[in-house]
């Protein structure tokens, strides 16, 4: 059964206090792992997609990692403007199934 | 639109009732998702349209769920004999087919059954 993990479940951080969020995941294969930010209230928003162990994307303050059976989303010098929490979710292959299988996210707090 | 529209963005209803939920998509956006989150949960999957047709309800959880999208654009997500379960938040998505850019979900339906 594919299944996503993602730790901790809520991190509080100083504002410009750098950290990382985790998310492992055990699929047959994966075709994509996707970040999501949402924020109370509305629908996640795409962040970004890595496809393959080595890749690395960036936005902003954010960056994703992935490896093959975990991925990163380090936050360096994060604002309050990025409390929020963040969901992770893989895209399998096989099954022929189009679902994403989402973790339960981590609940960030920036504090100014 | 712009983004995905979904309506009510909050229903109350009562045990047993039948309710219905709205998505109107991204123009142009011929894949269509329909997920259920449930408090301090991720979005789990429902069911995916490729046009009008599902083309994987495998998350649907049993028969009292429905969904139509009959002519390729608004979906309806239809529940029958509703049960105090079924409250959460039902988020639509859509996308345009390039996985490279995730989808769009839109702001979601809170519903409590009551």
């Known amino acids: 059964e594919d299944q996503v993990t993602q730790s901790p479940e809520a991190l509080r951080l100083q504002e410009g206090e750098s950290s990382s969020l985790n998310c492992s995941y055990t699929v047959s294969g994966l075709r994509g792992l996707f970040w999501y930010r949402q924020d109370p209230g509305k629908g996640p928003e795409f962040l970004f997609t890595l496809y393959s162990a080595g890749e690395e994307k960036e936005k902003e303050r954010l960056k994703a990692t992935l490896t093959k059976k975990e991925s990163f989303l380090h936050i360096t010098a994060p604002k309050p403007e990025d409390s929020a929490t963040y969901l992770c979710?893989?895209?399998?292959?096989?099954?022929?199934?189009?679902?994403?299988?989402f973790g339960k996210g981590t609940k960030l707090t920036v504090n100014p | 639109g712009a983004g995905v529209s979904q309506t009510p963005s909050n229903k109350v209803t009562e045990k047993g009732k039948y309710v219905e939920l709205r998505c109107d998509p991204i123009?142009?956006?011929?894949?269509l998702y329909w997920y259920r989150q449930s408090l301090g949960q991720g979005p789990e999957f429902l069911i995916y349209?490729?046009?009008?047709?599902?083309?994987?309800d495998s998350g649907l959880p049993n028969d009292r769920f429905f969904a139509v999208r009959p002519e390729g654009s608004v979906s309806t997500l239809k529940i029958q004999r509703t049960e105090r379960g079924d409250s959460a938040v039902y988020l639509c998505?859509?996308?345009?087919?390039?996985?490279?850019?995730?989808?769009?979900f839109g702001s979601g339906t809170r519903l409590t059954v009551v």
């Open positions: 123009s142009g956006h011929t894949a």
């Open positions: 979710a893989v895209y399998p292959s096989g099954g022929g199934s189009e679902k994403l299988v």
């Open positions: 998505a859509s996308s345009s087919g390039a996985r490279s850019y995730g989808y769009t």
């Open positions: 349209f490729q046009g009008t047709g599902a083309a994987d």
